[in-house]
Protein backbone atom coordinates (compact mmCIF):
# COMPACT_ATOMS: atom_id res chain seq x y z
CA UNK A 1 0.00 0.00 0.00
CA UNK A 2 1.47 2.98 -1.29
CA UNK A 3 0.45 6.67 1.17
CA UNK A 4 -0.43 8.07 -2.34
CA UNK A 5 -3.27 4.87 -1.86
CA UNK A 6 -4.55 5.27 1.56
CA UNK A 7 -4.57 9.17 0.83
CA UNK A 8 -6.97 8.41 -2.45
CA UNK A 9 -8.90 6.24 -0.20
CA UNK A 10 -9.12 8.12 3.04
CA UNK A 11 -10.42 10.90 0.47
CA UNK A 12 -12.80 9.22 -0.82
CA UNK A 13 -13.95 7.84 2.46
CA UNK A 14 -14.80 11.50 3.70
CA UNK A 15 -17.25 11.86 1.62
CA UNK A 16 -19.10 9.08 1.75
CA UNK A 17 -22.98 9.39 2.30
CA UNK A 18 -24.08 7.09 5.06
CA UNK A 19 -27.85 8.35 4.46
CA UNK A 20 -27.86 8.27 0.79
CA UNK A 21 -28.92 4.42 -0.64
CA UNK A 22 -30.63 3.18 -3.42
CA UNK A 23 -32.66 -0.26 -2.91
CA UNK A 24 -33.28 -2.28 -6.15
CA UNK A 25 -35.92 -4.69 -6.26
CA UNK A 26 -35.53 -7.82 -8.58
CA UNK A 27 -32.73 -5.88 -10.70
CA UNK A 28 -31.49 -8.78 -11.80
CA UNK A 29 -28.97 -7.71 -14.95
CA UNK A 30 -25.38 -7.78 -14.17
CA UNK A 31 -25.03 -5.18 -16.41
CA UNK A 32 -27.68 -2.87 -14.67
CA UNK A 33 -26.68 -3.68 -11.28
CA UNK A 34 -22.73 -3.23 -12.16
CA UNK A 35 -23.87 0.29 -13.23
CA UNK A 36 -25.90 1.64 -10.75
CA UNK A 37 -23.06 0.46 -8.11
CA UNK A 38 -20.74 2.62 -10.69
CA UNK A 39 -22.99 5.61 -9.95
CA UNK A 40 -23.79 4.95 -6.32
CA UNK A 41 -19.39 5.02 -5.58
CA UNK A 42 -19.41 8.27 -7.88
CA UNK A 43 -22.17 10.23 -5.40
CA UNK A 44 -20.73 8.78 -2.80
CA UNK A 45 -23.46 5.77 -1.21
CA UNK A 46 -21.57 4.05 1.45
CA UNK A 47 -24.23 0.71 1.08
CA UNK A 48 -26.33 -0.11 -1.25
CA UNK A 49 -29.03 -2.79 -0.70
CA UNK A 50 -30.79 -5.13 -3.06
CA UNK A 51 -34.07 -7.68 -2.68
CA UNK A 52 -32.62 -10.46 -5.90
CA UNK A 53 -35.18 -12.49 -6.92
CA UNK A 54 -33.02 -15.53 -7.19
CA UNK A 55 -32.19 -15.70 -3.09
CA UNK A 56 -28.64 -15.80 -3.95
CA UNK A 57 -25.63 -13.45 -4.19
CA UNK A 58 -26.33 -11.02 -7.35
CA UNK A 59 -23.48 -11.02 -10.15
CA UNK A 60 -21.66 -8.24 -11.38
CA UNK A 61 -19.75 -7.06 -14.61
CA UNK A 62 -16.72 -5.28 -15.62
CA UNK A 63 -19.60 -2.52 -15.88
CA UNK A 64 -19.05 -2.07 -12.61
CA UNK A 65 -15.45 -0.57 -13.08
CA UNK A 66 -14.57 -2.86 -9.72
CA UNK A 67 -17.14 -0.32 -7.80
CA UNK A 68 -18.81 -2.99 -6.24
CA UNK A 69 -15.31 -3.36 -4.11
CA UNK A 70 -16.35 0.12 -2.51
CA UNK A 71 -20.10 0.18 -2.62
CA UNK A 72 -21.41 -2.40 0.29
CA UNK A 73 -24.29 -4.06 -1.24
CA UNK A 74 -26.92 -5.92 1.85
CA UNK A 75 -29.08 -8.13 0.20
CA UNK A 76 -32.70 -8.63 1.97
CA UNK A 77 -34.89 -11.58 1.66
CA UNK A 78 -37.85 -9.57 0.82
CA UNK A 79 -39.30 -5.82 0.22
CA UNK A 80 -40.90 -5.52 3.38
CA UNK A 81 -37.76 -6.94 5.24
CA UNK A 82 -35.68 -4.27 3.19
CA UNK A 83 -38.20 -1.15 3.53
CA UNK A 84 -38.60 -1.92 7.48
CA UNK A 85 -34.68 -2.01 7.79
CA UNK A 86 -34.59 1.16 6.13
CA UNK A 87 -37.28 3.12 8.11
CA UNK A 88 -35.67 1.70 11.03
CA UNK A 89 -32.36 3.96 10.19
CA UNK A 90 -34.68 7.13 9.19
CA UNK A 91 -34.74 6.57 5.28
CA UNK A 92 -37.39 8.39 3.62
CA UNK A 93 -38.05 6.07 1.16
CA UNK A 94 -39.09 7.09 -2.63
CA UNK A 95 -39.69 4.62 -5.13
CA UNK A 96 -39.11 5.45 -8.76
CA UNK A 97 -42.05 4.41 -11.47
CA UNK A 98 -43.61 6.44 -14.02
CA UNK A 99 -47.04 6.30 -12.09
CA UNK A 100 -49.37 9.42 -13.24
CA UNK A 101 -49.16 11.10 -9.14
CA UNK A 102 -45.45 10.33 -8.83
CA UNK A 103 -43.72 14.02 -8.38
CA UNK A 104 -40.81 15.11 -10.46
CA UNK A 105 -37.62 14.04 -9.35
CA UNK A 106 -36.24 17.28 -8.97
CA UNK A 107 -39.20 18.50 -6.88
CA UNK A 108 -37.88 16.22 -3.48
CA UNK A 109 -35.15 17.45 -1.68
CA UNK A 110 -32.31 14.38 -1.16
CA UNK A 111 -30.61 15.89 1.58
CA UNK A 112 -32.29 14.14 4.05
CA UNK A 113 -31.95 10.51 4.50
CA UNK A 114 -32.93 8.95 1.35
CA UNK A 115 -33.45 5.78 -0.41
CA UNK A 116 -34.34 5.55 -4.09
CA UNK A 117 -36.40 2.46 -5.06
CA UNK A 118 -35.85 1.01 -8.65
CA UNK A 119 -37.91 -1.48 -10.15
CA UNK A 120 -37.04 -4.68 -12.48
CA UNK A 121 -36.29 -4.49 -15.65
CA UNK A 122 -39.37 -5.20 -17.15
CA UNK A 123 -41.82 -5.22 -14.22
CA UNK A 124 -40.76 -2.18 -12.62
CA UNK A 125 -41.49 -1.44 -8.56
CA UNK A 126 -44.29 -3.68 -7.55
CA UNK A 127 -47.42 -2.66 -5.87
CA UNK A 128 -46.39 -3.58 -3.01
CA UNK A 129 -43.23 -1.91 -2.90
CA UNK A 130 -44.99 1.43 -4.11
CA UNK A 131 -47.50 0.96 -1.31
CA UNK A 132 -44.82 1.23 1.30
CA UNK A 133 -42.80 3.66 0.37
CA UNK A 134 -42.72 7.27 1.09
CA UNK A 135 -43.53 8.89 -2.32
CA UNK A 136 -43.02 8.41 -5.73
CA UNK A 137 -40.88 10.53 -7.96
CA UNK A 138 -40.09 10.40 -11.63
CA UNK A 139 -37.72 11.50 -14.20
CA UNK A 140 -40.03 13.12 -16.85
CA UNK A 141 -40.39 11.16 -20.51
CA UNK A 142 -41.56 13.06 -23.42
CA UNK A 143 -40.06 10.29 -26.33
CA UNK A 144 -41.64 7.83 -28.03
CA UNK A 145 -40.49 4.85 -25.68
CA UNK A 146 -41.82 4.69 -22.16
CA UNK A 147 -38.85 4.56 -19.54
CA UNK A 148 -35.35 4.71 -19.39
CA UNK A 149 -33.00 1.86 -18.62
CA UNK A 150 -32.76 1.37 -14.81
CA UNK A 151 -29.16 2.18 -14.55
CA UNK A 152 -30.06 5.54 -16.43
CA UNK A 153 -32.71 6.45 -14.19
CA UNK A 154 -30.50 5.68 -11.01
CA UNK A 155 -27.78 8.08 -12.54
CA UNK A 156 -30.00 10.73 -13.26
CA UNK A 157 -32.02 11.06 -9.79
CA UNK A 158 -28.51 10.25 -8.03
CA UNK A 159 -26.55 13.16 -9.61
CA UNK A 160 -29.52 15.81 -8.66
CA UNK A 161 -28.93 14.50 -4.88
CA UNK A 162 -25.37 14.95 -5.38
CA UNK A 163 -25.83 18.23 -7.01
CA UNK A 164 -28.13 18.90 -3.82
CA UNK A 165 -25.62 17.68 -1.19
CA UNK A 166 -23.06 19.17 -2.56
CA UNK A 167 -24.65 22.49 -2.24
CA UNK A 168 -25.34 22.09 1.35
CA UNK A 169 -21.94 21.02 1.91
CA UNK A 170 -22.64 17.46 2.95
CA UNK A 171 -19.12 16.74 1.14
CA UNK A 172 -17.21 18.68 3.02
CA UNK A 173 -16.53 16.67 6.21
CA UNK A 174 -17.05 13.04 7.16
CA UNK A 175 -20.21 11.77 7.39
CA UNK A 176 -19.76 8.32 8.80
CA UNK A 177 -19.52 8.32 13.01
CA UNK A 178 -15.54 7.85 13.82
CA UNK A 179 -16.03 4.26 14.71
CA UNK A 180 -17.38 3.64 11.57
CA UNK A 181 -15.04 5.42 9.71
CA UNK A 182 -12.31 3.42 11.14
CA UNK A 183 -14.21 -0.17 10.59
CA UNK A 184 -14.54 1.27 6.72
CA UNK A 185 -11.01 2.72 6.58
CA UNK A 186 -9.70 -0.91 7.82
CA UNK A 187 -11.76 -2.67 5.38
CA UNK A 188 -10.73 -0.46 2.53
CA UNK A 189 -7.10 -0.96 3.15
CA UNK A 190 -7.46 -4.48 2.93
CA UNK A 191 -8.70 -4.49 -0.82
N1 LIG B 1 -42.65 -1.27 -17.58
C1 LIG B 1 -41.92 -0.92 -16.42
C2 LIG B 1 -42.73 0.05 -15.55
O1 LIG B 1 -43.85 0.34 -15.91
O2 LIG B 1 -42.25 0.50 -14.50
C3 LIG B 1 -40.62 -0.31 -16.83
C4 LIG B 1 -39.54 -0.60 -15.89
S1 LIG B 1 -38.12 0.41 -16.11
C5 LIG B 1 -37.36 -0.24 -17.50
C6 LIG B 1 -37.14 -0.19 -14.78
C7 LIG B 1 -37.01 0.76 -13.64
O3 LIG B 1 -36.28 1.91 -14.04
C8 LIG B 1 -38.28 1.30 -13.05
O4 LIG B 1 -38.84 0.42 -12.14
C9 LIG B 1 -37.78 2.56 -12.35
O5 LIG B 1 -37.16 2.22 -11.15
C10 LIG B 1 -36.72 3.04 -13.32
N2 LIG B 1 -37.20 4.03 -14.30
C11 LIG B 1 -37.16 3.93 -15.63
N3 LIG B 1 -37.61 5.05 -16.22
C12 LIG B 1 -37.93 5.90 -15.21
C13 LIG B 1 -38.43 7.23 -15.17
N4 LIG B 1 -38.67 7.91 -16.27
N5 LIG B 1 -38.66 7.79 -13.97
C14 LIG B 1 -38.39 7.10 -12.81
N6 LIG B 1 -37.90 5.85 -12.81
C15 LIG B 1 -37.68 5.25 -13.98
Redesign the pocket.
Known amino acids: MTEARRRRIEEVLRRRQPDLTVLLENVHKPHNLSAILRSCDAVGVLEAHAVNPTGGVPTFNETSGGSHKWVYLRVHSDIQTAIGHLRELGFRIYA???WEDAQD?REVDYTGPTALL????????SEEALALADGA???P?FGMV?????SV?AAVILFEAQRQRLKAGLYEKPRLDPELYQKVLEDWLRK
Do not use: H
Open positions: TALFLGAEKWGVIQVMQSLNVA
